[in-house]
């Protein structure tokens, strides 16, 4: 299984990114995966995930009604669009993803819990 993010970059408060993961080498169709945030000296915190069993989607409080994740499934890609950015915004960003059927009994879906694969990240810097 491979995630590979990009759409990093630098932006001035109150604009836009949009990250994309491109997912390969999956076995299975069912897979929950979403989008993970890390500072330097801090652990990776979870900002947002989507279910491609049912589309279900999960977001941080610190991103509602800013961020929305999105899935194209003919493009095996997930995409985090991020508007009215802040500073406090900026990290390395992460695609994280694990196969439903790998998930303890009586979980049905979870946004960083159990989760196997990662992508390298990518980098978002916003200026004040």
């Known amino acids: 299984v491979q995630l590979v993010e990009s759409g990093g970059g630098l932006v001035h408060a109150g604009g836009s990114l949009r990250l994309s993961c491109a997912v390969s080498?999956?076995?299975?169709?069912?897979?929950?995966i979403g989008w993970f945030r890390q500072v330097p000296g801090e652990g990776r915190e979870a900002i947002s995930c989507?279910?491609?069993?049912?589309?279900?989607?999960y977001y941080d409080d610190s991103v509602k009604g800013r961020f929305t994740i999105s899935r194209d499934s003919a493009k095996n890609t997930i995409y985090l669009q991020m508007n009215n950015l802040k500073p406090e915004d900026t990290a390395t960003y992460y695609c994280?993803?694990?196969?439903?059927?790998?998930?303890?009994?009586?979980?049905?879906?979870?946004?960083?819990?159990?989760?196997?694969?990662w992508g390298q990240g990518t980098q978002v810097a916003v200026s004040a």
């Open positions: 994280g993803a694990v196969p439903l059927r790998t998930l303890p009994a009586g979980r049905v879906t979870t946004c960083g819990d159990y989760y196997t694969y």
């Open positions: 080498g999956f076995t299975t169709a069912t897979y929950t």
């Open positions: 989507i279910s491609t069993a049912n589309g279900v989607t």
